[in-house]
């Protein structure tokens, strides 16, 4: 077999997908390894688990071990945040001798060209974190730390179970406006009061990275037409929103006609308040804006990507 053009890497938190393609975008393998943490198990033990997936398509396509396999490596992965992260990664997958060239940026890119009909536009993922990117028509980009608070960000799934504990908390005792989220998150966790709920996170006996789980929730209650849970849905659709004008006016793009790919679990369920309140603010500031929800996979971004880059050259 001649070698491919493109071999491309979707690394994210939870999973990575690696997949080979020919330069007309034919995907000839793709699998799927472990989660992408460089910042648990180092930037050499996450390329490693990246290499799993080269060996599986190697294997799989009966390739030897110690040839490259494309052209180009386009690796988009988690911990791509700064330029010093950038560096370190592109060392690395560079040092594995996998393609001819190296790019290395972060997944959230993947994720946005999974959804353009072209190489350029916005991307905000939401689903375990809230992050944002972007690419002109010139080739300028957009982008943030997504550090958390750390970096001014709010939002996500723990994000938005975090303030509905905070919200069922103060109902409960009295610095808060009522709630049917007081009863309601209590319930979840197998509580009788939010005052009990509390003392089992305090304690250890609820891990309180579970916050993330109550995002469904939330909308439930806000469904109802409860005013604190609509107030949080309202919050998360100004989050997404600023993230994405951010973005947008950086690039000079507010009055364009420009993809903005949402992506990330919150986000591509698709609730309907939530969707309506995007839609609604994208109406007022950016009406021009083409909203679309992903449905293609991040690994898909990567492949194009990877063929944008090679048809730069």
Not at 6 to 21: F, M, Q, R, W, Y
Not at 106 to 129: E, H, I, K, Q, Y
Not at 147 to 157: K, N, R, V
Request: glycine share 12%; hydrophobic share 50%.
């Amino acid at each position: 077999m001649s070698r491919a053009a493109v071999l491309a890497i979707d690394g994210g938190n939870s999973k990575t997908e690696v997949a080979l393609a020919t330069a007309d975008g034919t995907v000839l393998a793709c699998v799927q390894v472990g989660g992408f943490t460089p910042h648990l198990d180092g930037v050499g033990g996450a390329v490693s688990v990246a290499a799993a997936g080269v060996a599986l398509i190697r294997a799989e396509l009966g390739l030897a071990a110690d040839e490259p396999l494309a052209e180009l490596l386009a690796a988009y992965v988690a911990g791509a945040d700064f330029p010093v992260e950038v560096e370190a990664l592109s060392a690395e997958f560079a040092g594995r001798g996998w393609a001819e060239r190296t790019v290395v940026d972060n997944d959230s890119f993947a994720l946005m060209r999974s959804g353009t009909s072209r190489p350029w536009g916005v991307a905000v993922v939401c689903g375990a974190g809230i992050n944002c990117v972007g690419i002109a028509p010139d080739g300028r980009h957009a982008r943030f730390p997504a550090l958390g608070t750390l970096s001014g960000d709010w939002g996500g799934g723990p994000g938005l179970g975090e303030t509905a504990h905070w919200y069922a908390v103060r109902a409960e005792d009295g610095r808060g406006a009522p709630t049917v989220l007081r009863k309601a998150v209590a319930e979840y966790f197998g509580c009788a009061s939010m005052a009990e709920l509390v003392e089992a996170i305090h304690f250890g006996r609820i891990a309180e990275d579970r916050f993330g789980e109550l995002a469904p929730l939330v909308f439930e209650v806000a469904g109802l037409g409860d005013e604190v849970a609509l107030s949080i849905v309202e919050r998360l659709a100004d989050e997404v929103c600023a993230w994405a004008f951010a973005a947008m006016g950086r690039l000079d793009l507010m009055d364009a006609e420009v993809e903005v790919v949402l992506g990330g679990g919150v986000l591509r369920a698709r609730q309907p308040l939530l969707t309506a309140g995007i839609q609604r603010r994208f109406a007022e500031r950016a009406p021009r804006a083409v909203l679309t929800v992903a449905t293609e996979r991040p690994i898909h971004g990567a492949v194009l990507l990877g063929l944008d880059e090679l048809a730069r050259r």
